[in-house]
């Protein structure tokens, strides 16, 4: 059983960036492709970036590409996502989600973290 | 890219059968996905691959897809199912790869 848990919840104000943290137990980071899924308030889900275990790298949203970082540490099996340049617009919960290798869907969530972004 | 279109809402008195749909072009020759979203929680996987459930989801719950239209089934609906329910598919031709669809909120009478 896969259990995410991320970091807290962060209060970012426009231009900064944000790194947020998401730590895997029950698996090892390697047999899991980490995805990060984002919820504006009292919106829907919006996928953003992960990693794409068939070829080994790094996919991305196209309104995403060049604002977003994602990187692992396989020795705490802990992922990470920065995003840069932050607006009004980015606030919002920012999930992370892993599927296995062979699935085309997310079988499990992290609890989500709060960025607000305010001026 | 890649659009997934679902009702804003769905009302279903507690044991009747709730049905949910996911309009996508040619969405039949897709996997489907759903999952069930309460308030302030993460989403929960409730059926993958079009009609598969997760292990301790109930029996209560399948889905259904061909041509244009994927649905959600949920039989005997009980009030612990009201919440938000979100189709998504894995589209590698667009760069929207992973997409959700807009989301309905099932409201129990």
């Known amino acids: 059983q896969v259990h995410l848990v991320q970091s807290g919840a962060e209060v970012k104000k426009p231009g900064a960036s944000v790194k947020l943290s998401c730590k895997v137990s029950?698996?090892?980071?390697?047999?899991?492709?980490i995805h990060w899924v984002r919820q504006a308030p009292g919106k829907g889900l919006e996928w953003m970036v992960g990693f794409d275990s068939e070829d080994g790298g790094t996919i991305y949203a196209q309104k995403f590409q060049g604002r977003v970082t994602v990187t692992e540490d396989t020795s705490t099996d802990t992922a990470y996502m920065e995003l840069r340049s932050l607006t009004s617009d980015d606030t919002a919960v920012y999930y992370c989600?892993?599927?296995?290798?062979?699935?085309?869907?997310?079988?499990?969530w992290g609890p989500g973290t709060l960025v607000t972004v305010s001026s | 890219s890649y659009v997934l279109t679902q009702p804003p809402s769905v009302s279903v008195a507690p044991g009747q059968t709730a049905r949910i749909t996911c309009g996508g072009n040619?969405?039949?020759?897709?996997?489907v996905h759903w999952y069930q979203q309460k308030p302030g929680q993460a989403p929960v996987l409730v059926v993958h691959?079009?009609?598969d459930r997760p292990s301790g989801i109930p029996e209560r719950f399948s889905g259904s897809n061909s041509e244009n239209t994927a649905t959600l089934t949920i039989s005997r609906v009980e009030a612990g199912d009201e919440a938000d329910y979100y189709c998504?598919?894995?589209?590698?031709?667009?760069?929207?790869?992973?997409?959700f669809g807009t989301g309905t909120k099932v409201t129990v009478l």
């Open positions: 040619n969405i039949g020759s897709e996997n």
């Open positions: 029950g698996y090892t980071l390697i047999d899991l492709s």
């Open positions: 989600a892993s599927r296995v290798v062979t699935a085309t869907y997310f079988d499990s």
């Open positions: 998504q598919v894995w589209d590698s031709s667009s760069h929207h790869f992973y997409v």
């Open positions: 691959d079009d009609g």
